[in-house]
T-cell receptor
Framework: DGGITQSPKYLFRKEGQNVTLSCEQN?????MYWYRQDPGQGLRLIYY???????QKGDIAEGYSVSREKKESFPLTVTSAQKNPTAFYLC????????????FGSGTRLTVV | AQTVTQSQPEMSVQEAETVTLSCTYD???????LFWYKQPPSRQMILVIR??????QNATENRFSVNFQKAAKSFSLKISDSQLGDTAMYFC???????????FGSGTQLTVLP
Protein backbone atom coordinates (compact mmCIF):
# COMPACT_ATOMS: atom_id res chain seq x y z
CA ASP A 1 0.00 0.00 0.00
CA GLY A 2 1.16 3.53 -0.76
CA GLY A 3 1.70 5.90 2.10
CA ILE A 4 4.03 7.98 4.21
CA THR A 5 6.28 6.48 6.86
CA GLN A 6 7.68 8.59 9.67
CA SER A 7 10.28 7.30 12.07
CA PRO A 8 10.88 7.04 14.88
CA LYS A 9 7.50 7.31 16.57
CA TYR A 10 9.11 8.69 19.74
CA LEU A 11 12.42 10.52 19.96
CA PHE A 12 14.30 11.97 22.90
CA ARG A 13 16.89 14.68 22.56
CA LYS A 14 19.40 15.95 25.01
CA GLU A 15 20.17 19.62 25.29
CA GLY A 16 22.60 20.73 22.56
CA GLN A 17 22.04 17.72 20.32
CA ASN A 18 20.89 17.66 16.72
CA VAL A 19 18.35 15.00 15.84
CA THR A 20 16.92 13.93 12.49
CA LEU A 21 13.35 12.85 11.85
CA SER A 22 12.75 10.58 8.90
CA CYS A 23 9.93 10.89 6.36
CA GLU A 24 9.59 8.53 3.39
CA GLN A 25 6.73 8.30 0.87
CA ASN A 26 5.97 5.87 -1.94
CA UNK A 27 3.05 7.80 -3.42
CA UNK A 28 5.13 9.38 -6.18
CA UNK A 29 4.15 12.78 -4.83
CA UNK A 30 6.30 15.71 -5.86
CA UNK A 31 5.63 17.92 -2.85
CA MET A 32 6.47 17.19 0.77
CA TYR A 33 5.89 19.18 3.96
CA TRP A 34 6.89 19.30 7.60
CA TYR A 35 4.49 20.63 10.23
CA ARG A 36 4.89 21.14 13.92
CA GLN A 37 1.91 20.61 16.21
CA ASP A 38 1.67 22.14 19.68
CA PRO A 39 -1.37 22.03 21.96
CA GLY A 40 -3.88 24.75 21.08
CA GLN A 41 -1.89 26.02 18.10
CA GLY A 42 -2.88 23.71 15.30
CA LEU A 43 -0.31 22.84 12.66
CA ARG A 44 2.45 25.25 11.74
CA LEU A 45 4.53 24.85 8.60
CA ILE A 46 8.27 24.38 9.08
CA TYR A 47 9.57 23.61 5.59
CA TYR A 48 8.20 22.40 2.30
CA UNK A 49 9.61 21.08 -0.93
CA UNK A 50 7.94 21.11 -4.33
CA UNK A 51 10.65 19.22 -6.21
CA UNK A 52 13.89 17.37 -5.58
CA UNK A 53 16.85 19.50 -4.51
CA UNK A 54 14.60 22.47 -3.74
CA UNK A 55 12.88 23.50 -0.52
CA GLN A 56 11.38 26.60 1.03
CA LYS A 57 11.06 27.92 4.56
CA GLY A 58 7.67 27.91 6.16
CA ASP A 59 6.40 30.02 9.02
CA ILE A 60 8.66 28.62 11.76
CA ALA A 61 11.87 27.44 10.03
CA GLU A 62 14.35 28.82 12.58
CA GLY A 63 16.30 26.03 14.27
CA TYR A 64 15.36 23.44 11.66
CA SER A 65 16.97 22.20 8.46
CA VAL A 66 15.88 19.84 5.68
CA SER A 67 17.18 18.14 2.56
CA ARG A 68 15.48 16.72 -0.50
CA GLU A 69 17.99 14.56 -2.33
CA LYS A 70 15.41 11.99 -3.41
CA LYS A 71 11.77 12.35 -4.36
CA GLU A 72 10.77 9.79 -1.75
CA SER A 73 12.59 11.27 1.22
CA PHE A 74 12.38 14.56 3.14
CA PRO A 75 14.26 14.32 6.46
CA LEU A 76 13.97 17.07 9.06
CA THR A 77 16.86 17.95 11.37
CA VAL A 78 16.07 19.70 14.62
CA THR A 79 19.21 21.58 15.52
CA SER A 80 20.47 22.80 18.88
CA ALA A 81 19.41 26.29 17.79
CA GLN A 82 15.78 25.29 18.21
CA LYS A 83 15.13 26.39 21.77
CA ASN A 84 11.82 24.68 22.32
CA PRO A 85 11.76 21.54 20.18
CA THR A 86 9.40 19.44 22.28
CA ALA A 87 6.40 18.91 19.99
CA PHE A 88 4.64 16.52 17.66
CA TYR A 89 5.99 16.61 14.11
CA LEU A 90 3.93 15.64 11.08
CA CYS A 91 5.17 15.00 7.57
CA UNK A 92 2.82 15.21 4.59
CA UNK A 93 2.93 14.91 0.82
CA UNK A 94 0.86 15.93 -2.17
CA UNK A 95 1.04 16.68 -5.81
CA UNK A 96 1.82 20.40 -6.23
CA UNK A 97 -1.29 22.55 -6.02
CA UNK A 98 -3.27 19.37 -5.52
CA UNK A 99 -6.85 20.19 -4.66
CA UNK A 100 -7.31 16.85 -2.94
CA UNK A 101 -5.35 17.77 0.14
CA UNK A 102 -2.43 16.07 1.80
CA UNK A 103 -1.55 12.56 2.82
CA PHE A 104 -0.03 12.56 6.30
CA GLY A 105 2.41 10.31 8.10
CA SER A 106 1.68 9.07 11.60
CA GLY A 107 3.99 11.60 13.25
CA THR A 108 7.00 11.74 15.55
CA ARG A 109 6.82 12.88 19.14
CA LEU A 110 10.06 14.69 20.07
CA THR A 111 10.88 15.33 23.70
CA VAL A 112 13.85 17.19 25.14
CA VAL A 113 15.31 15.48 28.22
CA ALA B 1 -2.12 35.98 3.69
CA GLN B 2 -4.84 33.49 4.41
CA THR B 3 -6.08 32.82 7.93
CA VAL B 4 -8.34 30.11 9.27
CA THR B 5 -10.19 30.52 12.56
CA GLN B 6 -11.85 27.85 14.65
CA SER B 7 -13.50 29.57 17.60
CA GLN B 8 -14.53 26.45 19.52
CA PRO B 9 -11.53 24.83 21.23
CA GLU B 10 -13.67 22.06 22.73
CA MET B 11 -17.12 20.61 22.12
CA SER B 12 -19.05 17.58 23.27
CA VAL B 13 -22.09 15.77 21.94
CA GLN B 14 -24.16 12.80 23.01
CA GLU B 15 -23.89 9.66 20.97
CA ALA B 16 -26.41 9.60 18.07
CA GLU B 17 -26.91 13.37 18.24
CA THR B 18 -25.85 15.99 15.69
CA VAL B 19 -23.07 18.51 16.21
CA THR B 20 -21.75 21.41 14.13
CA LEU B 21 -18.16 22.64 14.22
CA SER B 22 -17.47 26.20 13.05
CA CYS B 23 -14.73 27.52 10.81
CA THR B 24 -14.20 30.92 9.23
CA TYR B 25 -11.46 31.99 6.89
CA ASP B 26 -10.09 35.11 5.33
CA UNK B 27 -8.75 35.35 1.80
CA UNK B 28 -8.68 37.55 -1.24
CA UNK B 29 -8.40 34.56 -3.55
CA UNK B 30 -11.30 33.54 -5.74
CA UNK B 31 -10.15 30.00 -6.45
CA UNK B 32 -9.62 27.88 -3.37
CA UNK B 33 -10.44 24.66 -1.56
CA LEU B 34 -11.51 23.95 1.98
CA PHE B 35 -10.98 20.80 4.00
CA TRP B 36 -11.87 19.22 7.29
CA TYR B 37 -9.32 16.84 8.79
CA LYS B 38 -9.84 14.54 11.75
CA GLN B 39 -7.07 13.63 14.20
CA PRO B 40 -8.14 10.82 16.57
CA PRO B 41 -6.13 9.88 19.67
CA SER B 42 -3.78 7.90 17.42
CA ARG B 43 -2.80 11.32 16.00
CA GLN B 44 -3.11 10.13 12.41
CA MET B 45 -4.52 12.94 10.28
CA ILE B 46 -7.47 11.78 8.20
CA LEU B 47 -9.23 13.77 5.49
CA VAL B 48 -12.94 13.97 6.29
CA ILE B 49 -14.36 16.16 3.54
CA ARG B 50 -13.37 18.76 0.97
CA UNK B 51 -15.19 21.62 -0.72
CA UNK B 52 -14.33 23.46 -3.91
CA UNK B 53 -15.10 27.17 -3.62
CA UNK B 54 -16.55 27.41 -7.11
CA UNK B 55 -19.18 24.79 -6.30
CA UNK B 56 -22.31 26.11 -4.63
CA GLN B 57 -23.49 22.67 -3.60
CA ASN B 58 -22.37 21.66 -0.12
CA ALA B 59 -20.17 18.58 0.06
CA THR B 60 -21.42 15.45 1.82
CA GLU B 61 -19.63 12.27 2.88
CA ASN B 62 -21.94 9.82 4.64
CA ARG B 63 -22.65 11.31 8.10
CA PHE B 64 -20.44 14.34 7.46
CA SER B 65 -21.62 17.42 5.60
CA VAL B 66 -20.56 21.03 5.31
CA ASN B 67 -22.38 24.34 5.26
CA PHE B 68 -20.31 26.49 2.92
CA GLN B 69 -21.24 30.17 2.97
CA LYS B 70 -18.84 31.80 0.53
CA ALA B 71 -19.93 35.40 1.06
CA ALA B 72 -19.60 35.01 4.82
CA LYS B 73 -16.35 33.01 4.43
CA SER B 74 -17.75 30.33 6.66
CA PHE B 75 -17.22 26.57 6.37
CA SER B 76 -18.89 24.58 9.15
CA LEU B 77 -18.86 20.79 9.55
CA LYS B 78 -21.97 18.92 10.60
CA ILE B 79 -21.68 15.42 12.01
CA SER B 80 -24.94 13.51 12.13
CA ASP B 81 -25.64 10.42 14.25
CA SER B 82 -22.43 10.99 16.22
CA GLN B 83 -20.47 7.86 17.10
CA LEU B 84 -17.88 7.24 19.81
CA GLY B 85 -15.28 6.85 17.07
CA ASP B 86 -15.88 10.45 16.03
CA THR B 87 -14.06 11.60 19.17
CA ALA B 88 -11.08 13.48 17.77
CA MET B 89 -9.49 16.83 17.11
CA TYR B 90 -10.97 18.39 13.98
CA PHE B 91 -9.00 20.83 11.88
CA CYS B 92 -10.34 23.14 9.22
CA UNK B 93 -7.84 23.86 6.42
CA UNK B 94 -7.62 26.18 3.45
CA UNK B 95 -5.75 25.87 0.17
CA UNK B 96 -5.74 28.71 -2.33
CA UNK B 97 -5.24 27.91 -5.98
CA UNK B 98 -2.08 30.00 -6.03
CA UNK B 99 -0.69 28.78 -2.71
CA UNK B 100 1.82 26.04 -2.17
CA UNK B 101 0.64 24.76 1.18
CA UNK B 102 -2.41 24.20 3.37
CA UNK B 103 -3.21 26.67 6.13
CA PHE B 104 -4.79 25.09 9.21
CA GLY B 105 -7.02 26.38 11.96
CA SER B 106 -6.18 25.75 15.61
CA GLY B 107 -8.56 22.82 15.90
CA THR B 108 -11.69 21.80 17.82
CA GLN B 109 -11.53 18.88 20.23
CA LEU B 110 -14.78 16.94 19.88
CA THR B 111 -15.80 14.40 22.49
CA VAL B 112 -18.71 12.05 21.83
CA LEU B 113 -20.32 11.00 25.10
CA PRO B 114 -21.95 7.57 25.55
Amino acid sequence: DGGITQSPKYLFRKEGQNVTLSCEQNLNHDAMYWYRQDPGQGLRLIYYSQIVNDFQKGDIAEGYSVSREKKESFPLTVTSAQKNPTAFYLCASSMPRDSYGYTFGSGTRLTVV
Amino acid sequence: AQTVTQSQPEMSVQEAETVTLSCTYDTSESNYYLFWYKQPPSRQMILVIRQEAYKQQNATENRFSVNFQKAAKSFSLKISDSQLGDTAMYFCAFHAGSARQLTFGSGTQLTVLP
